[in-house]
């Protein structure tokens, strides 16, 4: 089995930021990638950012480039998503998601992809003030 958990969120000013992490435990053998996803109150889920194990790789959705940024320490088996320049729309639950084995086909078509990936954590909400 595998445990995500998710911590670092909180309530913010506008323009101000919070750092998210995701501590895996449980199954031993390395992630492929790791994802953050998010919902809002009567919205669907959204992909936010995505990383390989390596880290050579990482996608980040429009509304978030330039001001988010995924990192990982895989030491420490933790993805981290650093969040500046935040908005009230970016106010939702934050989830962060596993990926174990290979997934065919392009990073880049699939990295977003909340169905692709094999576990989730419970969730941090982050909360945006204006």
């Known amino acids: 089995q595998v445990q995500l958990a998710e911590s670092g969120g909180g309530l913010v000013q506008a323009g101000g930021s919070l750092k998210l992490s995701c501590a895996r435990s449980?199954?031993?053998?390395?992630?492929?990638?790791m994802g953050w996803f998010r919902q809002a109150p009567g919205k669907e889920r959204e992909f936010v950012a995505a990383i390989t194990w390596t880290g050579d790789r990482t996608k980040s959705a429009d509304s978030v480039k330039g001001r988010f940024t995924i990192s990982r320490d895989n030491a420490k088996n933790t993805v981290y998503l650093q969040m500046n320049s935040l908005k009230p729309e970016d106010t939702a639950v934050y989830y962060c998601?596993?990926?174990?084995?290979?997934?065919?086909?392009?990073?880049?078509?699939?990295?977003?992809?909340?169905?692709?990936?094999?576990?989730w954590g419970q969730g941090t909400q982050v909360t945006v003030s204006s």
């Open positions: 449980g199954r031993s053998f390395r992630s492929y990638a």
């Open positions: 998601a596993v990926r174990f084995a290979v997934v065919p086909g392009r990073w880049e078509e699939w990295a977003g992809d909340g169905d692709k990936y094999d576990y």
